[in-house]
């Protein structure tokens, strides 16, 4: 929320993201502490003023969170006559949140503040082939690895956020018929996590975190983004009005298996015809390349031979990025983004790629949809899934009812 407080008292705050409530509905310490998550410095006057709500009222609840150390004092304001007021902010410090990236081929762990400020990660090529019970026993290896060099206890760990390389029930957190990941359809990832780490855990598809990352660390003013990662696969994660979209089952956004033009006669691993990772993927560019007779057998070699100037790589890149730019082109003319960022490891070929997927696009679609819309590589790079893992529980925390649990969990503790 914009800090409005020198226009004068407000009638509407900012409960959740794209959710409004008046003054009236602000009656829990939760409610009050959203205005906070700005991270700037607040009176109890001007939260009151803002708020609608008594003094009395609000110094009851502020005091309620301070006791929980999400809040503390930030030294005192000018006074206009009489004792200084104090002045209170969001410390983001007080908790850590442990954040986790699963690739195909590899595993990435960060120790985070609420702000998805990294304070220490380590990665390791892990196949997620190797099943469930080794990628995660790793993560918890690592997770209290960096617990402890940072010399931060697991009584502060405020959750643990999981990005998988496949479609996840969001509400179960639970991977569904994963395509690239044996052995862990309908595996219980949560309660395998909780049971060395009994702090809330939320999993979701590694574009979907991905998304809310590179939004929240480069893109925060922007409420229409799409994500796309190409690398092993092809996917999108999607935000519209503010919100990540994950459709009916959870697969929103899977664009790897929309079919291209071009894709006529080739099989997909998923078993259809003509899907666009089947064309446009690091491993489908490099099959593409060895077979005429050029030396590639990943995404990552194809990445390397461009970069030393090699003409066959560099025209696949470009060919790829057409590719994506043909499904993009009708993403564009249905979602209306204002932001299409591009990641993953096939990135790192950056504008090879760029070059294809803007020259479809700008084409196929109409000037209104175009005329404001940004093509960008992605800027978070390799840290964009933990920064959206770290994301994904400190919405999940930090919302009204997270802190209202916080506060009563506290009480509880203390008698």
């Not at 229409?224 to 092993?232: C, P, W």
Request: aromatic share 4%; hydrophobic share 45%; proline share 6%.
């Amino acid at each position: 929320m914009a800090d409005d407080r020198r226009n004068g008292p407000r009638t509407l705050v900012e409960t959740a993201p794209g959710e409004q409530a008046s003054a009236a509905a602000v009656y829990r310490a939760g409610d009050l502490f959203q205005l906070l998550r700005d991270g700037k410095p607040w009176t109890r006057a001007e939260l009151a003023m803002t708020t609608g709500l008594a003094r009395s009222t609000v110094a009851g609840k502020v005091d309620q969170l301070l006791s929980s150390g999400l809040v503390v004092s930030v030294g005192e304001a000018l006074s206009s006559g009489g004792r200084p007021p104090s002045r209170f902010a969001f410390h983001a410090q007080a908790r850590t949140v442990l954040a986790v990236d699963v690739g195909a081929s590899h595993v990435r762990v960060a120790l985070t503040d609420l702000n998805g400020d990294v304070l220490a990660e380590e990665r390791t090529a892990l196949p997620v082939a190797s099943g469930p019970e080794a990628v995660l026993g790793y993560v918890l290896e690592s997770g209290k690895r960096l617990l402890g060099d940072v010399h931060r206890p697991e009584t502060l760990l405020a959750g643990v956020g999981i990005g998988l390389p496949g479609p996840v029930e969001h509400a179960t957190g639970r991977p569904v018929k994963p395509p690239i990941m044996p052995g862990w359809d309908g595996f219980d990832v949560v309660g395998f996590v909780q049971r060395a780490l009994p702090v809330p855990v939320l999993v979701d598809n590694d574009v979907n975190i991905m998304a809310l990352g590179e939004r929240a660390g480069f893109w925060p003013g922007v409420d229409d983004l799409l994500f796309i990662k190409v690398a092993t696969g092809i996917g999108s994660g999607i935000i519209s009005s503010g919100q990540l979209q994950r459709g009916a089952d959870g697969t929103a956004g899977d664009l790897g298996h929309v079919r291209v033009a071009r894709g006529d006669g080739i099989v997909c691993r998923c078993g259809n015809v003509g899907c666009l990772e089947a064309l446009a993927s690091g491993p489908a560019v490099a099959r593409g390349l060895a077979a005429h007779g050029v030396p590639a057998e990943s995404g990552g070699d194809v990445v390397g031979l461009a970069a030393h100037g090699s003409l066959p790589a560099i025209q696949a890149l470009r060919q790829a990025g057409r590719d994506i730019g043909e499904v993009l082109a009708t993403c564009v003319n249905l979602l209306n983004p204002s932001v299409i960022v591009i990641g993953g490891s096939m990135a790192a070929a950056g504008e090879h790629v760029m070059a294809g997927v803007r020259e479809v696009v700008y084409h196929r679609s109409p000037p209104l949809a175009t005329t404001n819309l940004r093509i960008v590589l992605s800027r978070a790079g390799e840290r964009a899934a933990v920064m959206g893992a770290s994301q994904l529980v400190s919405q999940h925390i930090l919302s009204p009812a997270g802190i209202e649990a916080t506060l009563a969990a506290r009480v509880a503790s203390t008698g």
